[in-house]
């Protein structure tokens, strides 16, 4: 296995699959501004996976495009966290998944620009430029919507309680990483987690929050072991490709 | 002395028109041309804001990613569109809550295109192609409307309806030169949308109640029916180019008028759909109704917030 490739799968299908579910919202969101600032949040993570997945495919050498990436694996092979097939729920929760995502993102492409790969480097720098300012919405909300009202509050406690035990896997590591760290080309794990951690409380107290006591992590993403969520947005993201196999669009 | 005064505001207002000046929020205005000037925006904003919801239908099942942004994007643009259009009406005096709520209770319409399903990929290429079209057509005058803020909204709009328009027929071409199927999906996405589309235009000009008025006015520059004449003039030749068989036995070209002889228009079927007997009537309104109703904690939240913040930043300075 190519530790790159199965490492760039686990970039591009993050953004795919969280601009997936941001995706749903297009039509639904409680004001219009709020729909065209998450179609900007998927329209920006579409872009990411389109270049992640498209690097992949030259890196794997077996012909297979972005699309084909995207559209044409089974359950199984897609590496996301399982943090971003989560369902949207509502908007309270869609900003927290998107909050507690956009933190490592950010300070992770922080340091993918300096990777000794320079196409990943490339691609780190635009997304970074993107993730700033995704974080900066999805930490206003939250605070916003934390230290709201009564309800609001409760909306946002309840929202962190669900998903908290899904960031443990953001700082997942196995001996993809290890291999790919060692050569500079993507940034060690550890470090990021520490800054991560001052990140997010500081704005969970902010907006009033408090991290949940229990400590449980639950992982499987990275190995392709997912939740039940991942087979019906496949089902609707592959629906055309499976459908009607071979075609140009 | 004070009916005096009012023919002397109106004798200036209508100079104004005459002479294509602009009426600005602050310029005095007949309160019948307020209130028309209002019921057409908000209307117009209402089917932007509904428009996005037959084609978010298709947003997670694009057939590609770069079709999947693109369709992203269309619909964010709509979205932008019903943004500048409330408050095109704000500037009227409109309120937007209260113009929203009036969408969601049945009494303000939007365009009857919009309850129509889109039941195949390849109705994204005819809603580009033929709505945005159609829309087109009737904004590109909008642009010259007598009333300011309208028109240069509709400045806007236009660009971006023209990118839609483009890549709904763009959509429509790749799919008339795919397989047998695709064309075949083509085609009916077509013949589903063609007749829907000339009936955007509304009503024939005899029953046209509001148009005379508003052609005064100078909000509106042409009529139904010239305008649906122009929308068959230039949408035949398109078809035609890419190969699909326009829905209408009746087509036919006419020297004389250099311009297309097209079929009985199925007018009940348009009033159905403007009563609320349309096949999405009641989809569409739900959806939106609910994505209120759903927000209204995020709404409220906010402004919970900004109230508290005021408070410390007040506590803080003194
Ligand atoms: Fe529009
Ligand atoms: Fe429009
Ligand atoms: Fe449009």
């Known amino acids: 296995m190519n530790a790159l490739f199965e490492y760039l799968l686990r970039l591009g299908d993050d953004s795919l699959i969280l601009g997936h579910r941001l995706s749903e919202w297009c039509g639904h969101g409680p004001i219009l501004e709020e729909d065209i600032a998450m179609t900007n949040l998927s329209l920006d993570l579409i872009g990411q996976a389109t270049s992640f997945l498209k690097y992949a495919g030259e890196v794997e050498g077996k012909s297979r495009n972005e699309d084909d990436l995207a559209f044409l694996r089974f359950e199984r092979e897609y590496k996301n966290l399982l943090l971003v097939e989560r369902p949207n729920q509502n908007f309270g929760a869609t900003m927290m998944r998107q909050f507690l995502f956009d933190a490592y993102r950010k300070l992770f492409f922080e340091r993918l620009v300096h990777s000794t790969d320079s196409q990943l480097s490339a691609i780190a720098a635009k997304s970074l430029k993107e993730t700033k300012y995704h974080l900066k919405h999805s930490s206003e909300w939250v605070i916003r919507l934390g230290d709201g009202t009564e309800e609001s509050h409760e909306k946002m406690q309840s929202a962190l309680d669900d998903l908290w035990k899904y960031s443990a896997e953001l700082f997942y590591q196995d001996d993809v990483d290890e291999d790919l760290i060692e050569n500079g080309i993507i940034p060690a794990v550890d470090a990021i987690k520490g800054e991560w951690d001052v990140l997010v409380r500081n704005v969970l107290e902010q907006a009033t929050l408090i991290i949940p006591s229990n400590n449980w992590e639950q992982v499987g993403g990275r190995k392709g072991i997912h939740s039940e969520h991942l087979g019906y947005i496949l089902a609707e993201l592959q629906y055309m490709q499976r459908a009607y196999p071979g075609m140009k669009w | ?318």
């Not at chain 2, 398109?238 to 228009?265: H, S």
Request: net charge neutral; hydrophobic share 35%.
């Open chain 2, 1 to 318: 002395m004070k009916e005096h005064n009012i023919e002397v505001l109106e004798r200036d207002f209508q100079a104004k028109i005459d002479n294509d000046i602009k009426i600005e929020p602050k310029d005095w205005m007949p309160d019948e041309y307020r209130q028309t000037l209002i019921r057409q925006i908000s209307q117009h904003a209402h089917s932007e804001v509904v428009g996005m919801l037959p084609e978010g239908n298709w947003i997670t099942r694009a057939p590609n990613l770069r079709r999947k942004a693109v369709l992203l994007a269309k619909v964010q643009d709509e979205a932008g569109h019903g943004l500048y259009l409330y408050s095109a009406a704000e500037t009227l005096g409109a309120d937007r809550e209260q113009t929203i709520d009036d969408l969601h209770s049945g009494k303000a319409k939007y365009s009857s295109i919009f309850n129509y399903p889109t039941l195949s990929w390849a109705d994204m290429g005819a809603v580009g192609w033929l709505v945005d079209g159609a829309a087109i057509m009737n904004q590109v005058p909008l642009c010259r409307c007598s009333y300011g803020p309208y028109a240069r909204a509709m400045v806007r709009v236009c660009k971006e309806e023209s990118f839609h328009q483009r890549q709904g027929f763009e959509i429509m071409t790749t799919l008339a030169q795919g397989t047998a199927e695709q064309k075949a999906m083509a085609q009916d996405a077509l013949n589903r949308f063609w007749w829907p589309a000339l009936m955007m235009f509304g009503p024939p000009d005899e029953d046209s109640k509001h148009t005379k008025q508003s052609m005064d006015w100078k909000i509106k520059r042409h009529t139904n029916d010239e305008l649906r004449q122009m929308m068959v003039d230039i949408t035949v030749p398109q078809a035609e180019l890419i190969g699909l068989t326009i829905p209408d036995p009746d087509l036919k070209w006419n020297k004389e008028k250099g311009g297309y002889d097209f079929g009985e228009i199925n007018w009940d079927e348009f009033w159905q759909v403007v009563k609320g007997n349309g096949p999405c009537n009641k989809d569409r309104i739900e959806t939106r109704r609910k994505a209120k109703e759903n927000g209204a904690w995020v709404r409220e939240a906010a402004n919970a917030f900004a109230e508290k913040r005021k408070l410390r930043n007040t506590k803080k300075a003194s």
